[in-house]
């Protein structure tokens, strides 16, 4: 009898094994067949991971649909519709799998104008790539939505082209690429991002945080009116972009080694309020110690503090009655 169970048991995995991929296949491509496919443009998407776990994305798009090609009058129009259906909808479906991530867009946008009505889209996620079980995954696989006149499309890219770091090894994929050479992998004809696990060439590589970017200077400015903390951070950056995680709206210029970083934080908030004075107290947590901080002082545990003061309204009222209270006084002394 213990001649047959082991080779039934193995069966058995195998067997529950293959039953969980086709469940998985099915897990993906159902909610996917349920859409029709984007019609608005023919795109081409490259994604280039680098050594720091974070990644460019490159996107080429070119306007097909004669209806929306109407719709255009301008440059303009056509940023703003290349923005809106292509940019958002895209980091939108990334923040639904996993919201901990810091968008980093060119300092003139997300959407370059080519030409023939074409645009180009750029921008910089960090990080692409998680610490899984296996190595390095990806958190954001699955299927893309294509959101477009109040209905739901499945994102169609006409190819999909990931490219990994030259000493990395792929561990899995999923769905298999159409093509690969190297570590550059293409998907045909996909509306999902790809299941894929990797591993790193050196112990140094792959972690979500960069290892080339060291912090120069930052300048913060608190506004009361928006509740936010406006930073503009200076880093020396020997490739890819710092880890700043929390700031949100954050735009990047780079100038050869250094990288000029601008965004917002939403701060812990603390409100005083007097006769005389009202006081803001704004805290926030930076992910690692600039050597020159502009505009803030250092509080607990590493914290930033900025405060803002600024003179209460019950001053302007408080003025004009104790002026007539003296009027008056006089007044009645000298009588």
Known sequence: MGQIQGPTMSVRRGTALILALVLLGAAWTQPVRGKSEQNVFDMVMLIQVNPDGSAHFDISARLTNPAYRE???????????????????????????????????????PVEITANWSARVNFYIVPFLTKGKRGLECPYSGPLDFVSGGKVYSFEFRRIILVLPRNWTVLYTFPSPADRAKNVLIWENADYLPMIGVSTG??????????????????????????????????????????????????????????????????????????????????????????????????????????????????QTAVPVIFIAVIIALWRWKR
Request: charged share 25%; proline share 7%; hydrophobic share 30%.
């Open 71 to 109: 719709l255009v009058k301008n440059e303009t129009d056509f940023t703003k519709l290349v923005e809106e259906l292509v940019y958002r909808n895209l980091v939108e479906d990334l923040h639904e799998r996993y919201g901990n991530f810091t968008v980093y867009l060119p300092s003139s946008g």
């Open 202 to 315: 050196s112990p140094g590589e792959g972690t979500s945080k960069p290892l080339s970017c060291n912090p120069l200077r930052i300048e913060l400015h608190y506004s009361p009116e928006e509740g936010k903390v406006f930073f503009n951070a200076t880093y020396m950056c020997e490739a890819g972009l710092p880890a700043l995680p929390g700031a949100r709206n954050v735009t990047y210029i780079k100038r050869g080694n250094v990288t000029e970083v601008r965004g917002y934080f939403v701060p812990r908030l603390e409100y005083d309020e007097g006769l005389f004075r009202r006081e803001w107290r704004a805290e926030i947590e930076l992910p690692e110690e600039f050597p020159q901080v502009v505009g803030g002082s250092r509080g607990k545990n590493g914290s930033i503090v900025i405060t803002v003061e600024r003179s209460s309204a019950g001053i």
